[in-house]
């Protein structure tokens, strides 16, 4: 499994390097499996796959959806990140795809006028200026970075922690398809269906339990394994909860290029005896 990596962002969401640029320092460092997965968009896959043959590399087919799941005890829905793997007919998945642009341009518009009264400005124009004039692009990301420049915050965490975060005045929930319905889609495609980062939404340990316990009854597919930094006892919760539901595992650094210049390219955790890759199941 080492050399592999099966969640990375490109430019064409919120990492720094282009597609082009990834697949050279994926190759050079020794990667040969590597999963492109943009927050809600493929559309560089073309791209990554044209570098892709003069670097002997493998390129899978991917992205990261922005899902939501809920608690019906409390009816309260959570944000969740859903990657999706290896698409053989991307059709279906293009077509949530399209919707979830729609979402994402508006949601951009939201938040900058959220924060017109916050900051006394409109970023909007600089905000889409970082993704091309493309505001089905946008994520929270940019909008951060747009803040650090204007001088409202002097770090792009101030920005969430101040203003665009759960709880926050301009914070502007992303409304998804629900976890099932993201799930059965990218089947209708012929991918896998990878919970993202279980440890990261901010969740009690009963809650992350839960929410892989119907990830896992929705028909999903792996559970990505949390990184090194996680306490040991917040990792073997998820191991169990992995092997309890027969779930397989999905290995990816997440890395953002210089957005999170602490997260290395390739740098994946390690897989435990016992747990199958989801990357064994590859065509
Ligand atoms: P969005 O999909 O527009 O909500 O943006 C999500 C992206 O913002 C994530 O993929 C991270 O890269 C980044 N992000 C989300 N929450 C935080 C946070 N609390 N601090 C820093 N970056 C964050
Ligand atoms: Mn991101
Ligand atoms: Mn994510
Ligand atoms: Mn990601």
């Given at each position: 499994?080492?050399?592999?990596?099966?969640?990375?962002?490109?430019?064409?969401?919120?990492?720094?390097?282009?597609?082009?640029?990834?697949?050279?320092?994926?190759?050079?460092?020794?990667?040969?499996?590597?999963?492109?997965?943009?927050?809600?968009?493929?559309?560089?896959?073309?791209?990554?796959?044209?570098?892709?043959?003069?670097?002997?590399?493998?390129?899978?087919?991917?992205?990261?959806?922005?899902?939501?799941?809920?608690?019906?005890?409390?009816?309260?829905?959570?944000?969740?990140?859903?990657?999706?793997?290896?698409?053989?007919?991307?059709?279906?998945?293009?077509?949530?795809?399209?919707?979830?642009?729609?979402?994402?341009?508006?949601?951009?518009?939201?938040?900058?006028?959220?924060?017109?009264?916050?900051?006394?400005?409109?970023?909007?124009?600089?905000?889409?200026?970082?993704?091309?004039?493309?505001?089905?692009?946008?994520?929270?990301?940019?909008?951060?970075?747009?803040?650090?420049?204007?001088?409202?915050?002097?770090?792009?965490?101030?920005?969430?922690?101040?203003?665009?975060?759960?709880?926050?005045?301009?914070y502007v929930k992303f409304e998804g398809p629900s976890l099932a319905d993201t799930i059965a889609v990218i089947h209708q495609s012929g991918g896998y269906a990878v919970l993202a980062h279980p440890t990261r939404y901010d969740l009690?340990?009963?809650?992350?339990?839960?929410?892989?316990?119907?990830?896992?009854?929705?028909?999903?597919?792996?559970?990505?394994?949390?990184?090194?930094?996680?306490?040991?006892?917040?990792?073997?919760?998820?191991?169990?909860?992995?092997?309890?539901?027969?779930?397989?595992?999905?290995?990816?650094?997440?890395?953002?290029?210089?957005?999170?210049?602490?997260?290395?390219?390739?740098?994946?955790?390690?897989?435990?005896?016992g747990q199958v890759g989801i990357w064994e199941s590859f065509v």
């Amino acid at each position: 499994m080492q050399g592999v990596d099966l969640h990375t962002h490109s430019n064409i969401s919120d990492g720094t390097l282009s597609p082009a640029e990834l697949v050279r320092a994926a190759s050079q460092i020794g990667i040969h499996t590597l999963a492109l997965t943009d927050h809600d968009t493929m559309d560089g896959l073309i791209l990554a796959e044209q570098t892709a043959t003069e670097c002997q590399i493998q390129i899978i087919s991917g992205v990261e959806i922005s899902s939501q799941w809920s608690r019906p005890a409390t009816k309260k829905s959570y944000g969740v990140h859903i990657v999706a793997l290896n698409m053989q007919n991307p059709e279906p998945l293009q077509d949530l795809l399209t919707q979830q642009k729609l979402i994402r341009a508006e949601r951009a518009r939201q938040i900058c006028d959220l924060l017109i009264p916050l900051i006394g400005q409109d970023i909007y124009q600089d905000v889409i200026a970082k993704v091309d004039n493309e505001p089905d692009r946008v994520t929270r990301t940019h909008i951060a970075k747009t803040l650090v420049e204007k001088g409202c915050v002097s770090r792009p965490q101030q920005a969430f922690d101040k203003y665009i975060k759960e709880g926050k005045k301009a914070y502007v929930k992303f409304e998804g398809p629900s976890l099932a319905d993201t799930i059965a889609v990218i089947h209708q495609s012929g991918g896998y269906a990878v919970l993202a980062h279980p440890t990261r939404y901010d969740l009690s340990a009963t809650n992350i339990r839960y929410l892989i316990e119907i990830f896992a009854l929705a028909g999903g597919d792996a559970v990505e394994l949390p990184p090194a930094i996680e306490p040991l006892s917040t990792r073997q919760m998820v191991d169990r909860m992995i092997a309890e539901h027969q779930l397989k595992v999905s290995v990816g650094s997440d890395f953002h290029g210089d957005n999170m210049p602490w997260i290395k390219l390739g740098n994946i955790p390690r897989v435990k005896e016992g747990q199958v890759g989801i990357w064994e199941s590859f065509v």
